[in-house]
């Protein structure tokens, strides 16, 4: 019997090796190229930067003459432009260019004798890290008004406002997925009256307007600075800011890293103090096993822009409550702000916030703030949540904090807002250090914590015993009668954490025969902390 | 005594413990969040069940068994297995149970069981079905099955085959009825156990598959025009 195809089974067949040709790897795809050497190349920083940006790197002793910042070779720029379909970036960071070739146009380029490495690029999501938003137009219920109140008050934004402090003279960028209506929405107009939005760029389209597109970036921008009437949505709403449209916002199709690469290179010519990224890269081309802060190129470039005197706050991400669960990459880098997210009524972790430690085991997130938030979007106020609004508050934050000692150099700024958490020095995978205080920044006779619980080790057991002063009878959980308790091993890290609420004086007890020599216990009640190591 | 033993036992282990009457709002264990996890879309083995419809398409030569394109069609639910070698390179397995019906078309030329036409005439195979198959995946990826194209061979047994005719009678017959169907099961001249080849192209959980049958679907012995033996459909993976 003859088992040969037909013309109707040759056309199926050619149609399934079209399709199959779509998924090949010889169509024109994306590659980072990266050279040997800056050879030839001549830099003045004085030209190049904005004035911000000297004064930036002169406070943080970070040196204005830095080969990174040298441009990329001319020859080498126009040698590999002329060999490739079209250029899409470059890095002057990284010194190399990202290009679309196809697979004989990169084997050539190969060869050149300047050329240190060719890394393909595969199209990938970048997720914002928020959740589904609810449009409440400009009116908002009483729990909405609570929340908007509560969402900078947790912060201690009346202690900022005491001192008149609004992050003036500090300049934030926000990398995000567009800032429609920022232009006219009322919730930015003490900004735009003031000329405060420095610069906009769209690292996508390649042009300045940045006002449309995805609304996420006006949420964001709102939980830094925006202003519902006479209620602050965030701490900075004196600060200075530039727009970098990096992302493509809810169609999330496939943005890559180069925009965001882009974007902090011109954020360091221009003088930013603070970044703002609310997005992060997780199981679309990582494993968590990656999300140590080296293996991304956006951790390492957002570990260089800390080098350069640029402090980077990221949402920690909304993985909390996936199979992922753990944070995403830039969050991972070690020299960036990592912020979790806390729901307002319980005040403790809010279940989509992503979790720590970084795959080698660092204390990620460093701090947290509220995870659900009133931010004005593109058609006025909205109740929006996600790590996305958290990263902002803690940003907006930062700049006040900055504000009150200019002369802090950015890691020294990091470390401060860590230290200004209302649980340091405890900390956990959720927290990080807890949620950041103003007072700390504000007052100047910093009273030291009192004592709230002792180790009691008798007869083989440790038992935490709450002091007589601070325990109450009541038995119903409030927020103040909360102890945090984690259970380090012997090289330090965390291996269990809790929070139970206090009802009994003899809150814990441990058996000495569980724990090995070396293992730690630290405890956090009413701001007091102490360890106990076995 | 032994209850004495045993609330000794229950006891020592609630002193044990941290704290009886610990009220907990909130609790982590990192050591299970940081275990690397030995299966997964990406990881070493990956397993997943899968469901899927195709449409049959005839292949055959003039004097083949014609069928009708649409109505023909194949379900299929199955359980995958994927051992990843590289990040470009696996092998698996595929146990699936599938429904396959070929629809003949009635027309005069026909000759396959019988020349008589009846308004439609089906035969339908159950199948059990083992495949083997090399995966090609394409691009840098995470924790994501991502975009693969498989080629494979299987071999399957079918345990219950039918033909099923359908009829309406010029009148009413003395069951009262105009429509009439008849079952021929596990018909004596089918070939219960065939093999082929088989392709798909994939992006995560959604799959376009082809089988093409290499085995005849009717014993030597009877000479039936063959069946159409190319199935193209859609896959749809749960994981």
Known sequence: ?534 | MKKLVLFLIIAFSFLNTMCSSQNVLFKQEVTLDTVIPKKGPNYRNFDHYYIGYGFIFDTQHFGALETIIGSSTQFVFGFRHKTKINNHYAIGYDISYNTTGYSIKQSPTKSFPTSVNYKSEKLLMRNFRVELYNRINFGKRGNKVGKFMDIGAFGEYGFANALIVKDKLPATNAFGSTKVKMVNKNPNYVNKLNYGITTRIANNRVAIYATYRLSEMFLASYTYPETANLIVGVQVGFY
Not at chain 1, 443 to 454: G, I, P, V
């Open chain 1, 1 to 534: 019997m003859n088992l040969l195809p037909n013309k109707q089974t040759c056309r199926t067949v050619f149609l399934f090796v079209l399709i199959i040709q779509c998924f090949s790897a010889q169509a024109q795809q994306k590659y980072w190229v990266f050279f040997t050497n800056k050879a030839n190349t001549v830099f003045n920083p004085y030209t190049y930067f904005d004035a911000k940006a000297i004064e930036r790197r002169i406070i943080n002793n970070v040196s204005l003459v830095d080969s990174t910042d040298f441009p990329i070779n001319e020859f080498y720029y126009n040698t590999v432009s002329a060999n490739v379909d079209s250029v899409s970036n470059s890095t002057r960071w990284f010194n190399g260019m990202c290009v679309y070739a196809n697979e004989n146009q990169i084997q050539k380029i190969q060869q050149f004798y300047f050329v240190r490495s060719i890394e393909a690029l595969p199209f990938q999501s970048m997720h914002l890290a928020s959740y589904n938003e609810t449009s409440f137009n400009e009116k908002l219920s009483d729990d909405q008004k609570k929340l908007l109140v509560g969402q900078t008050t947790r912060l201690q934004a009346d202690e900022f406002k005491k001192a008149n402090i609004d992050g003036s003279g500090i300049r934030i960028a926000i990398f995000d997925a567009g800032f429609p209506n920022v232009d006219t929405n009322p919730a930015f107009e003490h900004i735009r009256k003031a000329n405060k939005i420095i610069k906009t760029y769209d690292f996508v389209r390649k042009k300045d307007f940045v006002y449309g597109y995805a609304e996420h970036g006006s949420c964001v921008l709102s939980c830094i600075a925006g202003k519902a009437g006479d209620v602050n949505i965030g701490l900075a709403t004196g600060a200075e800011f530039l727009l970098a449209r990096t992302e493509m916002g809810k169609r999330e199709p496939f943005s890559e890293e180069e925009n965001w690469l882009a974007a902090v290179e011109w954020s360091d010519k221009n003088g930013v103090q603070i970044i703002n990224s609310s997005l992060g890269y997780t199981g679309d081309r990582y494993f968590t096993t990656d999300m140590n802060g080296k293996k991304s190129l956006v951790s390492r470039a957002a570990n260089l822009a800390a080098r350069k005197g640029i402090l980077v706050v990221n949402a920690a991400g909304n993985e909390g409550s996936s199979a992922w669960k753990t944070i995403g990459t830039p969050a991972d880098a070690d020299s960036v702000l990592t912020v979790g997210g806390i729901d307002m009524a319980s005040d403790f972790h809010t279940d989509f916030s992503s979790y720590g430690p970084t795959a080698d085991n660092r204390l990620k997130p460093n701090v947290c703030a509220f995870g659900h938030v009133i931010a004005a979007g593109k058609n006025g106020l909205e109740k929006t949540q996600g790590t996305s609004f958290s990263s902002p508050l803690v940003a907006g934050f930062a700049a006040c904090a900055l504000q009150t000692n200019r002369n802090l150099k950015n890691m020294e700024l990091y470390l401060e807002i860590e230290k200004s958490a209302d649980l340091y020095p405890y900390f956990d995978y959720a927290h990080g250090y807890g949620v950041p205080q103003a007072s700390y920044f504000t007052e100047k006779n910093k009273t030291q914590s009192t004592a709230t619980f002792d180790f009691v080790n008798e007869n083989n057991y440790l038992t935490v015993k709450i002091q007589d002063a601070f325990f109450g009878k009541d038995t119903i959980d409030t927020k103040s009668n909360r102890l945090y308790y984690h259970i380090e091993n012997d090289k330090g890290v965390i291996t269990s954490y809790y929070i139970i609420s206090v009802e009994n004086q003899d809150v814990l007890k441990f058996s000495n025969y569980d724990y090995k020599k070396g293992q730690k216990i630290m405890v956090h009640y009413k701001n007091y902390t102490n360890s106990f190591t076995f």
